[in-house]
């Protein structure tokens, strides 16, 4: 599991990547290793892409409820569509 990076090494580690040090050298001075830094900044940089392309972030787990009306229309096309299956089962006379 990753260790989380506290505020005061997220801002050490932006200020030192301003003054453009390579992920590798942060690392190295944080005690962190180059891959580390460089997820930190992939995280980075596209919460910002996000942010700026006003997304909200995708939802996971159970779909939003349904409203009353949205389920009205979903029976009443699911009623029509079963009795146009039981119509059509009678004419091929497999019922």
């Known amino acids: ?4 990076f506290t505020s005061a090494e997220r ?12 992920h590798r050298a942060i690392g190295e001075q ?7 830094i460089k997820e930190y900044f992939h995280r980075l940089y596209r919460k910002n892409r996000a942010v700026q392309k006003l997304e909200l972030p995708k939802r996971r787990g159970r779909k939003p409820a349904v409203t009353l009306q949205e389920y009205k229309c979903e029976n009443k096309r699911l ?14 006379g497999r019922r």
């Open 1 to 4: 599991m990753g260790k989380h």
């Open 30 to 36: 944080l005690g962190y290793s180059r891959m580390q």
């Open 79 to 92: 009623k029509m569509e079963n009795d146009l299956l039981r119509s059509f089962l009678q004419v091929a």
């Open 11 to 22: 801002m050490q580690i932006e200020t030192l990547n301003k003054q453009g040090y390579t």
